[in-house]
């Protein structure tokens, strides 16, 4: 194929490809299409699409390292990159061929009608992502202009920051209680349960709840905690925390849908192309892409493939299941399109495998589970009638922020010394320590004072304290 | 039109490189982490005897992101590739699979390779070290006369120096200048021929620079003892001793000398990859150094950097001479090391030299001991304090 193409070709192309998409009940923002050189693409990449991003030395490495495999051709270039934004922005590689750029299209508009309309994405606000993304570089660069602040102070903060961004609340649909509303909580909690036979029972002693307790409930949004409990933190520096903080929130959505995000695009670029009246030559270089995108990686996985997948299984179980699957579906009073589009809508990764990934599936796609044995890895647990419930669990604890530890401040008045004390919901998985250790140095940087966490270290409960520029490990009882 | 499409503008090869600031922090970064690790690097084998203007790789942690991550113990799940996979199968080796996960959600150990030239490196190294203000007597400085620059036009000269252009061109205006002043002068005469006053010869001086010189003596045991090991970190130390003097002096000579219980002045190749065997005398390896300073390198010219490796394992009976040669060659030169190369576990050697040369009384002695590749930056650090030291005595 050639890679002549005008925009006219595209916005022929786009008319049809937009006019299928909405017959098939999909509902994308208005959108914008960017062709970009290979360099702006790398660039984009490295600032997660955003036109205008803060600086930090942290995107220079992430632009060396895509570099550096794109000039060895080891990592391709995506063939898009999609912001989630109203109106919706996309870039578009212009060295790409015409067939692989109606394939991106249909791609986009997959994307984008998902981040329209998936729930997890209704927190980002994305009328405005363009413009508070300008905003929050406006102002670093302001403090990094500002003599009395300077870059070195201003990287020395990000550098905590950036560390603890995604030790926040992971479900953001669930508003977060006001103080009040958690005082009220607490209250309602420590009365005592109703009894039926008070008459008879002696009645229990009420221990009043105790207020004085900062935080009243475990807190997970660690960043805005010490914005919001350290005193000595000067306003630009909470103004950084708050900036750290408002990204990592507009990305977590991203991290939870990967694998429904990518296979919902995938799902709908294939049968958006099927529908075109393609030429012979592009429509055997659409199946070509198609397959390469959905490729299995041996030894991990693909999320457009296992998402693609279940899209496709769902509409197949709904639309003609046989016979024991019936049950299983309920009603037949939706057909498999109303259904995905339903669930694109109401589910996450984490609950999307749950309730779709079945036994035939994992077989089919020959899911194992591994398990690192000394240096190596190590198949532990095959697709069979016993075994597939735990590989099914195992991915499900992987996918979204299930791979990012869950670690709660539990009291900011540890051994009423001000000494901050954290616990991590340990879920059979030891933190990496060494990791550990460096990540308790920016917590502590931030808190300015000794800083505990409680975890579990090979099935012993353990102390992390970290003071005077070291980590010391102390076994509980 | 509810979808736009933005064309790549053609002046797009102009636009700003909006990656550029954090890429060259992130720069600044890396060559902050090579300089905390200068000592593992400069140990490492490959840089040492290297040419000057080679570029090396020199591999060296990424600049890591922290943050919570799980260890080791954490199970994945992984997509067959249609082959049959059965329970304990190996599917590969340490950290690949992250690869093709999510972007951070496990630790990985990325390994760059900066390409960096030796002598980059070599600043990077001795920008750390602080660098001591070497004695440099004016008496060892000579003065040669280097080369002749330009410096402006003369009328008078010899005939290669001629210009011709400006000759040509202040003919022209001499014959302008001629036209002007007379109106009659026919400007299409015959003939306007060059006159004495319009050659220009170009002018240059002659420029004094001084030189100054250093000669580095490196001195080795090489009798049956010194095995491969220690030599190694005596080249190791030889290479940054010369590495260093060629920063701080235009001409900087090397000679080495093998010993063992005689001394012969030998090439770098031989002096490195010839064992020899048999006993030790060090006052051999001094007497031949103190003798080759005689012939060539007197010490009114030149800078003698002494520098001598050994496992201090001499005859008993050297001793003495040893020490007499060591203080006259201490006179001689600006800085005299003597480094006692015992690595580890290569087993127990009665003698050491150390505690001998403690008698030596002079400033610019220093001994040093070196027992595994960490420690040869460190020595090398003490042995030219010693130089320091000196300066700010006087």
């Known amino acids: 194929m050639s ?73 391709g270039l995506p063939y898009e990159m999609v912001i989630n934004s109203n109106p919706c922005i996309a870039y578009l590689m212009r060295d790409n061929a015409l067939a692989l750029q109606v394939l991106t299209l249909a791609h986009v508009y997959g994307h984008s009608d998902f981040f329209r309309n998936n729930f997890t994405f209704r927190s980002t606000r994305a009328e405005f992502t363009l413009e508070t993304f300008k905003a929050h570089a406006d102002r670093v660069r302001r403090y990094i202009e500002d003599p009395s602040i300077g870059l070195e102070k201003v990287e020395h903060l990000l550098d905590a920051a950036h560390a603890l961004s995604l030790q926040c609340r992971r479900n953001l649909a669930i508003r977060k209680q006001t103080p009040e509303e958690e005082q009220e909580q607490l209250l309602v909690e420590s009365k005592p349960l109703h009894d039926p036979f008070r008459s008879i029972h002696r009645p229990p002693e009420y221990a009043p709840p105790d207020f004085n307790r900062v935080p009243l409930y475990p807190d997970e949004d660690l960043i805005l905690f010490i914005r919001d409990h350290n005193s000595h933190l000067s306003d630009w520096e909470k103004d950084l925390l708050t900036i750290v903080h408002e990204e990592a929130e507009y990305f977590i959505p991203q991290i939870e849908t990967k694998i429904m995000n990518e296979g919902w695009a995938s799902f709908w670029h294939k049968l958006i192309l099927e529908r075109l009246d393609l030429p012979q030559g592009v429509k055997l270089e659409f199946l070509v892409r198609h397959t390469q995108v959905l490729s299995p990686t041996p030894g991990g996985i693909n999320p457009y493939h296992l998402g693609f997948k279940l899209w496709e299984d769902i509409e197949r179980r709904w639309n003609d299941p046989i016979p024991n699957e019936e049950k299983q579906c309920g009603s037949r009073r939706k057909n498999g399109r109303e259904k995905i589009l339903e669930v694109r809508e109401i589910e996450r990764d984490t609950s999307f495998l749950r309730r779709y990934l079945t ?82 140095l920016y917590l502590h940087q931030l808190w300015g004072r000794e800083v505990v966490l409680e975890t579990t270290i090979n099935e012993k409960k353990s102390l992390l304290c970290f003071a005077d520029e070291k980590m010391v490990i102390k076994p509980l009882h | 039109m509810e979808t736009i499409f933005r064309s790549y503008p053609s002046s797009s090869a102009q636009r700003s490189d909006r990656s550029a600031g954090d890429r060259l922090r992130h720069r600044q970064k890396v060559r902050e982490a090579i300089r905390e690790n200068i000592a593992d690097i400069i140990a490492e084998e490959s840089i040492i005897g290297k040419d000057r203007d080679r570029i090396i790789k020199v591999p060296i942690r990424g600049i890591k992101e922290y943050r919570f991550v799980y260890g080791e113990n954490v199970p994945g799940v992984g997509e067959g590739a249609g082959e049959e996979t ?128 250093a000669v580095v003596m490196c001195i080795m045991d090489t009798s049956g003892s010194m095995d491969t090991m220690k030599k190694y970190l005596a080249r190791s130390f030889f290479f940054l001793l010369y590495r260093f003097l060629c920063t701080k002096y235009q001409n900087v000579e090397i000679v080495f000398i093998a010993h063992h219980t005689e001394a012969r002045e030998v090439t770098e190749e031989e002096f490195f990859h010839k064992g020899e065997s048999g006993g030790t005398f060090i006052s051999s390896g001094y007497h031949k150094a103190l003798e080759i300073i005689q012939q060539r390198y007197h010490p009114s010219l030149w800078n003698i950097y002494v520098f001598h490796c050994s496992d201090g394992d001499n005859f008993e009976s050297d001793n003495s001479v040893a020490l007499q040669a060591a203080q006259q060659v201490a006179q001689l030169s600006n800085l005299f090391g003597y480094g006692e190369i015992k690595p580890l576990g290569s087993g127990y050697y009665g003698n050491s030299m150390i505690p001998f040369f403690a008698q030596l009384q002079a400033e610019n002695f220093q001994t040093v001991q070196i027992q595994r590749k960490e420690e ?4 090398f650090k003490i042995f030219l304090s010693k130089d320091r030291a000196r300066e700010d005595a006087a």
Request: glycine fraction near 6%; charge should be negative.
């Open chain 1, 359 to 440: 036994e035939e599936l994992v077989r089919e796609l020959n899911l194992f589970e591994y398990q690192s044995r000394g240096n190596e890895r190590v198949i532990s647990r095959v697709a069979d009638e016993e075994n597939w419930q735990q590989i099914k669990q195992t991915l499900i604890r992987n996918v979204g922020m299930g791979s990012v530890p869950v670690i709660k401040i539990e009291n900011a008045d540890y051994n009423n010394n001000r000494v901050l004390f954290l616990k991590h919901d340990h879920d059979d998985r030891d933190l990496h320590l060494e990791y550990a250790e460096k990540t308790l």
């Open chain 2, 86 to 213: 059965r329970p304990g199968q190996v599917i590969g080796k340490g950290q690949e699979a992250s690869q093709s996960q999510h972007a951070g959600d496990r630790p990985g150990v990325d390994y760059y390779e900066t390409d960096i030239t030796l002598d980059e490196l070599i600043d990077i190294m001795f920008e750390d070290l602080e660098l001591p203000y070497l004695e440099r007597k004016h008496l060892r400085e000579i003065e040669i006369e280097q080369q002749y620059r330009r410096k402006g036009f003369r009328k008078k000269g010899v005939r290669v120096r001629l210009d011709k252009r400006r000759t040509a061109r202040s003919r022209i205006k001499r014959k302008l200048a001629a036209s002007r002043h007379n109106e009659t002068f026919q400007m299409q005469a015959e003939r306007f021929p060059f006159h004495n006053d319009d050659l220009t010869y170009r002018h240059s001086v002659s420029e004094i620079r001084r030189e100054s010189n």
């Open chain 1, 3 to 75: 890679t002549s193409y005008t925009i006219k070709d595209l916005e022929d192309w786009n008319k049809q490809i937009l006019r299928l998409a909405r017959e098939f009940g999909l509902n994308p923002y208005p959108q914008e299409f960017e062709l970009c050189d290979h360099e702006q693409m790398l660039a984009y990449m490295a600032y997660s699409g955003m036109p205008s991003h803060y600086p930090h030395w942290s995107y220079g490495k992430s632009y060396e390292k895509l570099k550096t495999l794109y000039d060895y051709g080891v990592g």
């Open chain 2, 376 to 379: 040869i930056w460190p020595a």
